[in-house]
């Protein structure tokens, strides 16, 4: 059965707004962890067209490639390195502005511009991190770090196999 997603505002936090329920509705009912991540990054491409929306899985010491909507990109990462390393190290999302200013940017595509990385946490355990790249500088603020932590906590429980 084929699911869509609408919209019917422009502006970033309404879209957020409308996108929330709609994934939810997408995701409630399907218990594959793949299929969930998958069906994000589509929606969130969808509703805002980022250059780049992926999830990256915490797979031993490094986070590995996982569902994405985008061109290729970096298959694995190092905990500490490039912004989703040191989101995953410390914790906590990063927002940035202008990507070549972040010390130890990997440059996955020349076309990024600005990013933002939010790491998944089940308990006090970072598992995965959400990495949205955009084509234009200064893309991203702290309401799309705001609404994109409301992704993460959906996407810890698909982790947690909460539903």
């Known amino acids: 059965m084929a699911e869509s997603i609408a919209f ?5 936090r309404d879209r957020y707004h409308e996108l929330w329920p ?18 994000a ?11 780049w929306v992926g999830f990256y899985l915490v797979r031993g010491p490094e986070l590995v490639l996982g569902p994405f909507q985008g061109p290729v990109a970096c298959t694995r ?18 927002c940035v502005e202008d ?7 990997i440059a996955c595509s020349s076309e990024s511009r ?8 089940v308990g006090d355990t970072v598992v995965a991190i959400l990495d949205i790249d955009s084509d234009r500088l200064s893309d991203f603020g ?3 770090v705001e609404e ?14 909460d539903r």
């Open 8 to 12: 019917h505002t422009t502006g970033r």
């Open 22 to 39: 709609q994934l939810d509705a997408l995701t409630r009912h399907e218990p594959d962890l793949i299929a969930n991540l998958a069906n």
């Open 41 to 51: 990054t589509a929606a969130v491409k969808q509703a805002f067209g980022f250059f």
């Open 77 to 94: 990462i190092a905990i500490g390195r490039g912004v989703c390393g040191t989101a995953w190290a410390e914790k906590r999302s990063i």
């Open 99 to 105: 990507v070549d200013l972040f010390p130890g940017h």
């Open 114 to 121: 600005s990013e933002v990385v939010v790491p998944i946490l």
């Open 142 to 144: 702290a309401v799309d």
């Open 148 to 161: 994109l932590q409301k992704l993460a906590a959906m996407a810890s429980g698909w982790f947690a196999g």
